[in-house]
């Protein structure tokens, strides 16, 4: 009986921590009792983990809006969680929310986390979110993961941001004009810095990142 007590008043400790998690954010109401218990537990611990809890909040909700089935939002702000975290440890714990969310995104595509911290390593003092979003942009353009990585790092010694969106354009471009996307990313590289110049019509402006 007592172990059975024991149980029983564990399970509801953990129902009040995942209720008290809930309340403290209202937008969580959209979604049913059992997700949004689920969804409050994980966002508990990205907070405490350091890691951007937002980011999990708008998937949670994201998935509600389109009416996805409860178990896989649970599934997609799990897997968030867990791309995050990743990103966080190859990036270090200075690393900041854009960052780690560009970050989470590439890894999500398959880029190897191990891209992510030899970035951090060519730069070191500059934000990489504009270079991690390339980097999983052109893999959801059909370049290979690590081709896509090693064309960002090839060039993350001599790009600024805004070349990096022109190198990003090139490579869409020649994949649309029927270029296989993994030699678009190679033939962009071998053009060089220079060949990646920026107008205000276009050039350096920043669509979207993509999500994870």
């Given at each position: 009986m007592t172990a059975l007590r024991?149980?029983?008043?564990a ?11 809930a309340a403290q ?7 049913d009792?059992d997700?949004?218990?689920?969804v409050?537990?994980l966002?508990d611990?990205?907070?405490?983990s350091g ?7 708008d998937?949670a909700?994201?998935?509600a ?6 178990p896989?939002?649970?599934a997609?702000?799990?897997t968030l ?5 990743e990103a ?6 200075s ?24 970035l951090r ?10 270079a991690?979003s ?9 370049v290979?993961a690590?081709s ?9 010694g ?13 490579v869409?471009r020649?994949i ?5 996307a993994?030699?678009?990313?190679s033939?962009?590289v071998?053009?060089g810095?220079g ?17 994870p």
């Amino acid at each position: 009986m007592t172990a059975l007590r024991t149980a029983a008043l564990a399970a509801a400790l953990a129902g009040l921590l995942a209720a008290h998690a809930a309340a403290q954010d209202p937008r969580l109401e959209r979604l049913d009792p059992d997700t949004r218990a689920a969804v409050a537990a994980l966002v508990d611990s990205a907070r405490q983990s350091g890691v951007p809890a937002e980011a999990l909040i708008d998937r949670a909700l994201e998935g509600a809006a389109k009416q996805a089935p409860e178990p896989r939002i649970v599934a997609a702000v799990t897997t968030l969680l867990g791309n995050l975290r990743e990103a966080r440890a190859a990036l270090g714990a200075s690393t900041t929310a854009p960052e780690l969310q560009a970050g989470a995104s590439a890894i999500h595509l398959g880029v190897p986390a191990a891209a992510l911290t030899r970035l951090r390593a060519v730069r070191p003092r500059q934000p990489l979110t504009i270079a991690l979003s390339v980097m999983a942009d052109l893999t959801a353009r059909g370049v290979p993961a690590d081709s896509a990585a090693a064309a960002v790092l090839a060039l993350a010694g001599s790009l600024r941001d805004d070349q990096f969106l022109a190198f990003r354009r090139n490579v869409e471009r020649d994949i649309e004009l029927g270029a296989p996307a993994a030699a678009a990313a190679s033939s962009s590289v071998r053009l060089g810095a220079g060949a990646f110049t920026t107008d205000a019509g276009s050039s350096g402006s920043a669509r979207p990142l993509r999500r994870p």
